[in-house]
């Protein structure tokens, strides 16, 4: 019981984690909320930017993670879905280290149409992908502690589940992004927004496959 | 790839000119009739150098009759555009293309001394691809590399209409078009754009047969070359507004919106009105209903000249027409150059206010039945023509000649290449530097510039400066 609890707590520490860790990324949007504020001179425009972006973000997790909270009522599968998961998140990792190309597609949205972009670049670099064996790994977690009760009310606390992991992980990502698009608006400057900008590319590429092989991992060892 | 963005990419105007200044220059040299191969001359600009203002590497090219014009970076500034999250590109090889032979040279400057040609674009390829042909001006955009084109298909360009495609900023693979719906376009120049707002302008000069043998009077005197511009939905790829300047405006040439994307005006020169031979400059604008505005704002008065003294050309209007074929403006938006090739003189304006152009500053150069020495006693050929800021706006570089054949008619007595610079003062004013003076080597001319690390003509900015 205490082994699955730190399991739990473990794996909320993930979410959060992982939501800290697509803030930072510039790809994930925090440059667009400094030249919202910075295009309408105003300071009100940032909040409201990070929001857009925040939906954006929201909406392709919530958009990853129902799938799979649906399928997970067919317990007797559990293991094998968290598998197959994992290696789904391993194949975006690799996808994503060999086509190392400029992405254009993001390129073609408006400027104005934040959320719409957020969406689009959330599900371009799989970040909702990377939640998945997180997510499984809760909701594994909570599959036993409830023991064999039906279905339905296992499905209803999974959907449950989702939208607590993607709400979570969408507000630490709002909150490290918007803490980066803050300090630079307000206190570096603008000469910070290029010096602050890393290549994550290789980096995030290996996450994913670093994760999607955790979550295999723990879903053979049983938790 | 890099890990951290490219040093000489900046966010805002500002910030561009806060960098370290120019160490080299990059400028076209070109054989007018095709009797040598075309290049690219590095010019040293280190300042204390031992070799600074000379020519210190070629680029000479393997094939003949290319006739370099224009030419670009594969990327630069935009690269930092908060939409593509992915600012790791390289500002590394110049983009050139041979206006006349079609063929586009991918040309790697990434050490300035030994630059040489990385990839050869056949022009059947970029007709097979784009049913464009003679590519011009090059700008780095959202999804790759963007180059203007002056001619359609078919042997003399006049198979379809001209216009833009875009080229793969990494493999520099032709990808196909620019336009969705090209409205009332059906000639092209030059363009640019404004990222953030996400608008294009684009404008005209004529179609190949309008100028590559040269200058056709009849078609000038009948207003039959470009005098509109048009405005685009940049990401949605169409004309969404043409606006014609009225005809006598012939040849609307360079587009130099303001640099801070959050302002919505530009400028855009005009070679000659028909009607009096004046030079002008319209500055355009978007209203508050968002429809695009216009106005002259500069006008440039014609010297007048005995016929004796000019070319057969312009011998019947006893005049010396400015010719106004290049315009630049600085990073602060606060000076815009005006090239006046005919009367041999390079014009500074201050247009802090657009609508209100004050001339702050004037240098007399070459010139149509004058040829005004430098002030170090050499000659200038032809007149002051493609004209290039340095970042900090606090020097202007400029070349002679404006294409072959016209230098030919305009300029009958004249032949060389020259590159010269001029000092801004403090509070304006423009300068000759008596120790900045290039002389291209025999039988070529020189056209565009380029800076190391970007240049007032180059760079898109998607961030403000505050």
């Given at each position: 019981m205490i082994g699955e609890m730190t399991t739990v707590t473990a794996l909320w520490w993930a979410v959060i984690f992982s939501g800290l860790y697509h803030g930072i990324n510039p790809g994930m949007g925090w440059p667009l909320a400094v030249s919202a504020a910075l295009m309408e001179r105003k300071h009100s425009a940032m909040p409201k930017a990070l929001a857009?972006?925040?939906?954006?973000?929201?909406?392709?997790?919530?958009?990853?993670?129902?799938?799979?909270?649906?399928?997970?009522?067919?317990?007797?599968?559990?293991?094998?879905?968290?598998?197959?998961?994992?290696?789904?998140?391993?194949?975006?990792?690799?996808?994503?280290?060999?086509?190392?190309?400029?992405?254009?597609?993001?390129?073609?949205?408006?400027?104005?149409?934040?959320?719409?972009?957020?969406?689009?670049?959330?599900?371009?670099?799989?970040?909702?992908?990377?939640?998945?064996?997180?997510?499984?790994?809760?909701?594994?977690?909570?599959?036993?502690?409830?023991?064999?009760?039906?279905?339905?009310?296992?499905?209803?606390?999974?959907?449950?589940?989702?939208?607590?992991?993607?709400?979570?992980?969408t507000a630490s990502m709002t909150l490290a992004g918007g803490v980066i698009a803050l300090t630079i608006y307000h206190w570096l400057g603008l000469k910070f927004l290029s010096k602050t900008w890393f290549n994550l590319d290789v980096v995030w590429a290996l996450s994913l496959v670093l994760v999607g092989a955790a979550g295999i991992a723990y879903a053979l060892m049983g938790h | 790839m890099n890990l951290r963005p490219d040093p000489t990419f900046h966010a805002s105007p500002k910030l561009a000119m806060e960098a370290p200044v120019e160490n080299y220059a990059f400028t076209v040299m070109l054989s007018p009739d095709g009797s040598?191969?075309?290049?690219?001359?590095?010019?040293?600009?280190?300042?204390?150098?031992?070799?600074?203002?000379?020519?210190?590497?070629?680029?000479?090219?393997?094939?003949?009759?290319?006739?370099?014009?224009?030419?670009?970076?594969?990327?630069?500034?935009?690269?930092?555009?908060?939409?593509s999250g992915h600012?790791?590109?390289?500002?590394?090889?110049?983009?050139?293309?041979?206006?006349?032979?079609?063929?586009?040279?991918?040309?790697?400057?990434?050490?300035?001394?030994?630059?040489?040609?990385?990839?050869?674009?056949?022009?059947?390829?970029?007709?097979?691809?784009?049913?464009?042909?003679?590519?011009?001006?090059?700008?780095?955009?959202?999804?790759?590399?963007?180059?203007?084109?002056?001619?359609?298909?078919?042997?003399?360009?006049?198979?379809?209409?001209?216009?833009?495609?875009?080229m793969d900023c990494e493999t520099f693979e032709i990808i196909g078009r620019y336009e969705m719906d090209r409205g009332k376009q059906d000639k092209h120049y030059d363009f640019w754009w404004n990222l953030p707002q996400d608008y294009m302008v684009s404008s005209e000069w004529g179609l190949p047969p309008q100028f590559e043998n040269g200058v056709v009077p009849e078609d000038l005197l009948s207003?039959?070359?470009?005098?509109?511009?048009?405005?685009?939905?940049?990401?949605?790829?169409?004309?969404?507004?043409?606006?014609?300047?009225?005809?006598?405006?012939?040849?609307?040439?360079?587009?130099?919106?303001?640099?801070?994307?959050?302002?919505?005006?530009?400028?855009?020169?005009?070679?000659?009105?028909?009607?009096?031979?004046?030079?002008?400059?319209?500055?355009?604008?978007?209203?508050?209903?968002?429809?695009?505005?216009?106005?002259?704002?500069?006008?440039?008065?014609?010297?007048?000249?005995?016929?004796?003294?000019?070319?057969?050309?312009?011998?019947?209007?006893?005049?010396v027409p400015p010719l106004v074929t290049d315009i630049d403006l600085s990073l602060d938006d606060k000076y815009l150059y005006v090239a006046c090739w005919g009367l041999g003189e390079m014009h500074q304006y201050d247009v802090s206010d657009p609508m209100n152009p004050v001339l702050a500053g004037k240098v007399e150069l070459g010139g149509i039945a004058k040829s005004e020495k430098h002030t170090n006693g050499k000659d200038f050929a032809y007149g002051p023509q493609m004209v290039e800021i340095s970042r900090d706006?606090?020097?202007?570089?400029?070349?002679?000649?404006?294409?072959?054949?016209?230098?030919?008619?305009?300029?009958?007595?004249?032949?060389?290449?020259?590159?010269?610079?001029?000092?801004?003062?403090?509070?304006?004013?423009?300068?000759?530097?008596?120790?900045?003076?290039?002389?291209?080597?025999?039988g070529l001319r020189s056209h565009q510039i380029r800076l190391e690390g970007g240049d007032c003509s180059t760079d898109s900015f998607c961030y403000p400066s505050v």
């Open positions: 857009m972006l925040a939906l954006g973000h929201f909406l392709a997790m919530i958009g990853i993670l129902l799938p799979f909270s649906l399928m997970i009522f067919l317990v007797e599968w559990e293991t094998q879905i968290r598998v197959g998961a994992g290696l789904l998140v391993i194949a975006m990792g690799i996808y994503l280290l060999i086509n190392r190309r400029h992405p254009k597609i993001l390129a073609r949205i408006h400027p104005a149409r934040l959320a719409l972009w957020s969406f689009l670049a959330a599900m371009a670099h799989g970040a909702g992908l990377m939640l998945v064996p997180i997510f499984l790994g809760i909701c594994a977690v909570g599959a036993d502690e409830t023991g064999h009760i039906a279905a339905q009310s296992l499905m209803g606390s999974n959907v449950t589940t989702a939208f607590l992991v993607a709400l979570v992980h | 040598q191969s075309d290049g690219i001359a590095v010019v040293d600009l280190k300042p204390g150098s031992d070799t600074y203002g000379e020519i210190v590497h070629q680029v000479i090219v393997p094939n003949k009759g290319d006739e370099f014009h224009h030419f670009g970076w594969n990327a630069c500034s935009s690269s930092l555009s908060p939409l600012a790791f590109l390289e500002r590394r090889y110049l983009i050139v293309p041979g206006i006349r032979s079609s063929r586009i040279y991918i040309i790697d400057v990434k050490e300035p001394l030994k630059a040489k040609i990385h990839k050869t674009i056949e022009p059947e390829e970029l007709f097979a691809k784009t049913g464009y042909s003679r590519p011009h001006t090059i700008h780095c955009g959202p999804e790759g590399i963007y180059v203007s084109c002056l001619g359609g298909g078919g042997e003399d360009g006049t198979d379809g209409p001209p216009g833009i495609f875009i207003n039959k070359y470009g005098h509109s511009i048009h405005f685009w939905d940049l990401r949605a790829r169409k004309n969404i507004q043409t606006m014609d300047f009225g005809e006598n405006y012939q040849m609307a040439l360079e587009i130099r919106p303001a640099h801070d994307p959050t302002k919505a005006y530009g400028f855009c020169g005009v070679v000659v009105d028909t009607t009096n031979l004046q030079g002008a400059i319209f500055t355009w604008w978007r209203d508050d209903d968002g429809v695009w505005q216009s106005k002259k704002t500069i006008t440039i008065d014609p010297r007048p000249e005995k016929p004796e003294n000019l070319p057969p050309l312009l011998q019947g209007f006893e005049a706006g606090k020097r202007v570089y400029w070349t002679n000649s404006l294409y072959s054949t016209w230098d030919d008619q305009f300029y009958p007595d004249d032949e060389g290449g020259q590159m010269v610079m001029a000092d801004v003062g403090e509070n304006g004013g423009l300068t000759l530097n008596k120790d900045f003076y290039i002389n291209f080597p025999k």
